[in-house]
């Protein structure tokens, strides 16, 4: 794996100096952009009790997510499909692994 640094100008990368592949090499682009972040970082979380309440106190105001009988059978139905997919391929996963 080569890893080098460039910037996007006009939606293509730009690199500082020519890279020694061949035309029509595949390669992965990966930002160093910071995704936004999602939720409550790990330092905001209440950590005292009083907070701690106001936190399950607001959880439990929530409404519940009902599902029909049919989505739930829908899911499990995929859920099935996938263990038995990840079955029946697990040995492929690591082939070559330990030789």
């Known amino acids: 794996m080569i890893a080098c640094k460039g910037t996007i ?20 682009v990966l930002s160093d952009e910071l995704a936004a972040p999602l ?7 209440p950590a005292d009790p009083e907070g701690l309440a106001r936190l399950v106190a607001r959880m439990e105001r929530v409404e519940p997510f009902d599902l029909t ?10 859920r099935q499909k996938i263990k038995e997919y ?8 690591i082939e070559g692994l330990f030789e």
């Open 9 to 28: 100008k006009n939606g293509q990368v730009v690199l500082p100096h020519p890279l020694d592949l061949p035309d029509g090499a595949e390669v992965t």
């Open 86 to 93: 990840t079955l029946a391929n697990q040995n492929k996963a």
């Open 39 to 45: 939720g409550i970082p790990d330092d905001q979380w």
């Open 69 to 78: 009988a049919e989505e739930e059978a829908d899911i499990e139905s995929w």
